[in-house]
């Protein structure tokens, strides 16, 4: 579901965006930049009730935070991006509107498009988030951090695809050898 939400995200909406992304001590599901707001955009799946409503304010980003910085212990606080929206499926959206509606966040539903040959999920925003202006994440920490996972990511490809490459070519040599 998250990729075809970074496709959606890339294509439909013009963001730059990556899955997973470490960002302030915290992992997004999917963190994106606007490029020409200069504003940061979080993105967090949910797929039950229950993750919607137990697990999320038990992430650490909600908790109180120490880091050390030249040795010293010190409390951080959680920077919040711009803008942050719930991406839930149709009918988690349906059973759970009222709590939804009532986080101070944007909404974003999704349901399956069968009939569509280039997209299998469509996605509609139910409601706009609003713009936030207190502890928010630095815009250039927000794109180094996508650009490095997205490097990661990318490297991991293509070192999988060199595996794959590797096995086949010995799978080949193992066939001719066999007749």
Do not use: W
């Not at 349901?111 to 988030?129: G, V």
């Amino acid at each position: 579901m998250q990729r075809e939400f970074l496709k959606y995200l890339r294509f439909e909406r013009s963001l730059l965006a990556c899955d997973e992304v470490s960002s302030y001590g915290c992992i997004a599901d999917v963190l994106a930049v606007d490029k020409n707001k200069k504003h940061v955009l979080e993105y967090e799946f949910k797929c039950s009730s229950q993750d919607l409503k137990i697990n999320e304010k038990q992430k650490d980003k909600y908790q109180q935070q120490y880091r050390y910085f030249h040795g010293r212990r010190t409390k951080t606080t959680y920077k919040q991006p711009h803008r942050f929206y719930y991406v839930v499926p149709k009918d988690l959206y349906e059973k759970e509107k009222v709590y939804l509606e009532a986080q101070g966040c944007g909404i974003i539903m999704y349901s399956h498009c069968p009939d569509d040959k280039f997209r299998n999920h469509q996605f509609l925003t139910m409601k706009p988030c609003k713009l936030r202006k207190k502890d928010l994440q630095k815009y250039d920490v927000a794109a180094r951090d996508i650009l490095r996972r997205a490097t990661s990511a990318y490297v991991n490809l293509l070192l999988g695809m060199e595996q794959i490459k590797l096995l086949h070519s010995k799978q080949l040599q193992e066939a001719k050898e066999a007749t």
